[in-house]
Nanobody, 117 residues
Framework: QVQLVESGGGLVQAGGSLRLSCAASGSTSIIATMGWYRQVPGKQRELVAVISRSGNTNYADSVKGRFTISRDNAKNTMYLQMNNLKSEDTAVYYC???????????WGQGTQVTVSS
């Protein structure tokens, strides 16, 4: 079992920055790729960024150049640095972890990010 806990969300003005963290605990050695997703009411959850255990990254087009995903495997923590935030970035942000067992993955409880224009 893996537990994921997000932190760092909040209210920020457009153009501002926030840094989200996702702390993993439990059987962390089975975690492979981790990622950030976001969801607004009435819409599907969407991918924001993912990072492999070795550090390879991929981003949604909407956040490229503004968001940076990173992870510290020694601390079992993943981060999302969000710069130049826009009102359309307002959402609940979820941490996700894939494991080396293809049928098993985990989600955090989510953290609210609100960007005021």
């Amino acid at each position: 079992q893996v537990q994921l806990v997000e932190s760092g969300g909040g209210l920020v003005q457009a153009g501002g920055s926030l840094r989200l963290s996702c702390a993993a605990s439990g059987s962390t050695s089975i975690i492979a790729t981790m990622g950030w997703y976001r969801q607004v009411p009435g819409k599907q959850r969407e991918l924001v960024a993912v990072i492999s255990r070795s550090g390879n990254t991929n981003y949604a087009d909407s956040v490229k150049g503004r968001f940076t995903i990173s992870r510290d495997n020694a601390k079992n923590t993943m981060y999302l640095q969000m710069n130049n935030l826009k009102s359309e970035d307002t959402a609940v942000y979820y941490c996700h972890a894939d494991t080396y067992f293809s049928s098993t993955n985990y989600w955090g409880q989510g953290t609210q990010v609100t960007v005021s224009s």
